[in-house]
């Protein structure tokens, strides 16, 4: 082992803590998404639990759902989008911002690739949305706004199911931010991909609620994998003996994605110029 790599193992065995200082360092310079955020995740999740009581009042089932079912979905729906959200914020340490301001040379100068920084500052990411997630999950289901999973298997389908789509959504998050690589700036893209993401993959409303035809484009592309087959599966629109398969489908996804993020990560390190190095 050279004196270099020697040096620069002990950095590489402490990079995972990277994932416990990245969202702390956010919340102390954005203090103000630290208070409003669970402010905005009771709004919401009232105003959405009295919008689909009113669609239900005088009906016992719509769309193959009871009421329950149905405000199940949609609080769970609004949770999940919780994890991810602070991906979504603009940081002066996320990958876009970098690439703007010239300076993601210095992701690639670290003891540790560029990819694996990412992925670390995305887990802290999301397990800090999912804190908030889990929170305001124990809490629906103390008031009673939301159901548990009907059996125990149910549950931990459902939370392999979860896992494997928050993994589908790191990824393609991932691929959004490193086109700033060929473009000037990724916001556009960006807003257009939350709105392509969050209508597909079923948090505006359950996709069984589209029609026909936007059903079908959402079937074959990942985002239903990441929010509307968990939740499906908790809810009970999707029967446990059909989960295998959607499971697969989710893996299927989940390796392709892992392989196109890598192929574009090598061809995002060829357009980094250092000059005066």
Same mark, same amino acid.
Not at 66 to 91: K, P, T
Not at 108 to 118: A, D, E, K
Not at 128 to 136: C, D, H, Q, T
Not at 165 to 175: D, K, R, S, V
């Given at each position: 082992?050279?004196?270099?790599?020697?040096?620069?193992?002990?950095?590489?065995?402490?990079?995972?803590?990277?994932?416990?200082?990245?969202?702390?360092?956010?919340?102390?310079?954005?203090?103000?998404?630290?208070?409003?955020?669970?402010?905005?995740?009771?709004? +919401? !999740?009232? @105003? %959405? *639990? =009295?919008?689909?009581?009113?669609?239900?009042?005088?009906?016992?089932? $719509?769309?193959?759902?009871?009421?329950?079912?149905?405000?199940?979905?949609?609080?769970?729906?609004?949770?999940?989008?919780?994890?991810?959200?602070?991906?979504?914020?603009?940081?002066?340490?996320?990958?876009?911002?970098?690439?703007?301001?010239?300076?993601?040379?210095?992701?690639?100068?670290?003891?540790?690739?560029?990819?694996?920084?990412?992925?670390?500052?995305?887990?802290?990411?999301?397990?800090?949305?999912?804190?908030?997630?889990?929170?305001?999950?124990?809490?629906?289901?103390?008031?009673?706004?939301?159901?548990?999973?009907?059996?125990?298997?149910?549950?931990?389908?459902?939370?392999?199911?979860?896992?494997?789509? +928050? !993994?589908? @959504? %790191? *990824? =393609?998050?991932?691929?959004?931010?490193?086109?700033?690589?060929?473009? $000037?700036?990724?916001?556009?893209?960006?807003?257009?991909?939350?709105?392509?993401?969050?209508?597909?993959?079923?948090?505006?409303?359950?996709?069984?609620?589209?029609?026909?035809?936007?059903?079908?484009?959402?079937?074959?592309?990942?985002?239903?994998?990441?929010?509307?087959?968990?939740?499906?599966?908790?809810?009970?629109?999707?029967?446990?003996?059909?989960?295998?398969?959607?499971?697969?489908?989710?893996?299927?996804?989940?390796?392709?994605?892992?392989?196109?993020?890598?192929?574009?990560?090598?061809?995002?390190?060829?357009?980094?110029?250092?000059?005066?190095?």
């Amino acid at each position: 082992m050279s004196a270099v790599a020697a040096a620069q193992a002990p950095v590489r065995s402490r990079a995972w803590r990277i994932w416990r200082i990245a969202p702390l360092y956010q919340t102390i310079a954005y203090r103000g998404r630290f208070f409003l955020a669970p402010f905005m995740l009771g709004v +919401q !999740i009232y @105003l %959405y *639990y =009295l919008l689909w009581t009113a669609v239900y009042r005088g009906r016992t089932s $719509v769309a193959g759902l009871d009421v329950d079912q149905a405000v199940g979905y949609v609080i769970l729906a609004i949770l999940l989008g919780r994890i991810r959200w602070n991906s979504r914020m603009v940081s002066k340490d996320a990958l876009p911002q970098r690439t703007r301001e010239g300076t993601i040379v210095y992701w690639f100068l670290r003891p540790i690739s560029p990819g694996r920084y990412y992925m670390y500052r995305s887990i802290g990411d999301m397990a800090y949305g999912a804190m908030w997630a889990l929170v305001g999950y124990l809490v629906a289901l103390a008031t009673g706004a939301l159901q548990p999973p009907a059996s125990a298997a149910v549950g931990a389908v459902f939370v392999v199911s979860l896992v494997l789509g +928050q !993994i589908i @959504l %790191y *990824y =393609l998050g991932q691929l959004v931010d490193l086109a700033t690589f060929w473009l $000037v700036s990724n916001t556009g893209l960006t807003r257009m991909y939350s709105f392509v993401q969050d209508l597909l993959s079923g948090v505006f409303v359950p996709l069984w609620f589209l029609p026909g035809w936007l059903l079908t484009t959402a079937s074959v592309l990942p985002f239903a994998t990441t929010i509307s087959v968990p939740i499906s599966i908790y809810v009970g629109r999707i029967p446990l003996d059909q989960a295998p398969r959607h499971l697969v489908e989710e893996v299927c996804w989940v390796v392709v994605l892992a392989l196109l993020t890598r192929f574009v990560w090598s061809r995002a390190a060829r357009r980094v110029t250092v000059q005066g190095g």
